[in-house]
């Protein structure tokens, strides 16, 4: 058996860190970190508790492995789109793109980020500061962008952090109380994906006209 990858080292993952990560995944956004058990994530990732406890030593080390994991594989790459937009309609769009997207297709990782921010955001804080502290990442900060564009003119004068917060909630609680919207306008699920795509549009036309 090969010597496991340090944590984080998310680009050289062996396909049983792999398998692990995903199992981890979808443990912990069930149960949270506390109640999430080491023998159920082996048993998801269908190998033995021994073999996990090598590659990850503990359920801290794992919980933490998931978020570097996490960082590494979606907020690396929505920094990147941020860095790369010319304008700030190209940034606010595609942050609202990966930010949506992450939730139509990976809603385990939305699950974990809310339980990971509701339980203080210590495991997840430190590692996006690294992040965007990283000289080729800031321009890819949402704050780093709303605060250009106010002073360039694009948007009004404003609190930047109360506009990053407002960005991020409609982008991602929405999927939080999408079941009860099912209930109230059984429509939705028939075609769930259109009204995603048309939530996307109408988030960022309300954002836009309310930054302007």
């Known amino acids: ?52 406890h090598y590659y990850f030593r503990s359920k801290n080390k794992l919980y933490e492995a998931t978020f570097d994991h996490i960082v590494h594989k979606f907020f690396e790459r929505t920094a990147a789109r941020l860095a ?20 139509r297709k990976r809603p385990e990782v939305v699950r974990l980020l809310l339980i990971e921010h509701l339980s203080g955001g210590g495991t997840l804080a430190p590692r996006l500061r690294r992040l965007y502290d990283r000289p080729d990442t800031q321009t890819g900060h949402l704050l780093h962008r ?37 209930v109230f306008s059984p429509e939705i699920a028939e075609d769930l994906d259109g009204f995603i795509d048309a939530r996307k549009a109408h988030l960022f036309e309300t954002l836009r006209r309310g930054l302007t």
């Open 1 to 52: 058996m090969s010597a496991p990858t340090v944590p984080g080292a998310s680009t050289d993952l062996s396909e049983t860190e792999a398998r692990i990560l995903r199992a981890a995944l979808h443990v912990f956004s069930l149960k949270g970190r506390d109640g999430a058990r080491m023998q159920a994530i082996a048993d998801e990732a269908e190998i033995n508790k021994a073999m996990l």
């Open 146 to 182: 709303v605060e250009a564009a106010m002073r360039s003119g694009e948007l009004r004068q404003g609190d930047p952090i109360q506009v990053v917060l407002t960005i991020v909630s409609c982008c991602m609680c929405f999927f939080v109380v999408l079941p009860t919207a099912t």
């Open 84 to 103: 790369a937009a010319a304008s700030f309609d190209d940034a606010l769009r595609a942050f609202i793109d990966s930010y949506v997207e992450l939730g």
